[in-house]
């Protein structure tokens, strides 16, 4: 069966920010990352560079410990979570998220936006080809029709979910013939902060989300 290789889990927040106030003493001071959680608790031990990575411009700040970065620009706030096997059940990036717009209350956001991104790897090319062909089951017709050969699909599918809507997105790995990037957001307004957030305490479900209609188009396939 083919198989899933996680790359990515992050989370972006569209609105009105001051990418200022991102700094480490702030996020240390107010307890908004876990100071006692790997990788933070190893990277604060150092009282000289108590993060891995620090740039700060009036426009732009990025903040990087260990494998989580997290970005302000003036429209947007991005935090992600590389780590291998990284999920949103297993990271932090969530909690962080949450302690960090409870403390900046009035922050004015328009839109948030949970996302998944990693790799289908297929055994074979009859595993390959079972997958293309759910989507596509008269592709020598198909070809025909659009009087092209070797016809290459990159399946997208966009439907409502819990008042915001799911993306799923496959694309072809050049230097794979044999694997798919995968790409999933959920998107969702923001109508009332406190709800809005409370979001973050159920991102472990939008990841079993992800699980079930990957897993189903595999099993499927």
């Known amino acids: ?31 908004i990352i876990p100071s006692n959680e790997s990788p933070f608790r190893e990277i604060l031990s ?26 302000v620009e003036q429209n947007r706030y991005q935090i992600s979570d590389n780590s291998e096997n990284a ?60 009087k092209a050969n070797n016809l290459e699909l990159e399946p997208a599918f966009r439907f409502p979910y819990e008042e915001g809507t799911i993306k799923l997105q496959f694309t072809k790995l050049k230097e794979n013939p044999l694997a798919y990037n995968v790409a999933f957001n959920y998107e969702f307004p923001n109508d009332e902060l406190k709800k809005f957030l409370s979001k973050l305490d159920a991102t472990h479900l939008i990841h079993a989300k992800f699980n079930e209609l990957t897993g189903d188009l595999l099993k499927n396939g």
Not at 52 to 63: A, H, Q, R, Y
Not at 94 to 113: C, D, Q, R, V
Not at 130 to 145: A, L, P, S
């Open 87 to 146: 999920t949103f059940t297993n990271s932090p990036i969530a909690k962080i998220t949450k302690n960090y717009f409870s403390i900046l209350e009035h922050t004015p956001i328009m839109l948030g936006g949970f996302n998944i991104n990693g790799q289908i790897l297929f055994n074979n090319k009859d595993e390959f080809s079972n997958f293309e062909d759910q989507f596509i089951r008269n592709r020598v017709e198909f070809q025909k029709k659009l």
């Open 46 to 71: 150092n009282k000289e560079k108590p993060f891995t990575e620090f740039t700060s411009t009036p426009v732009i700040v990025l903040l990087r410990y260990g494998n989580i970065i997290v970005v």
């Open 1 to 31: 069966m083919p198989q899933y290789a996680p790359k990515l889990v992050n989370i972006v927040f569209l609105g009105n920010f001051n990418p200022q106030i991102l700094t480490p003493q702030f996020l240390n001071e107010k307890g």
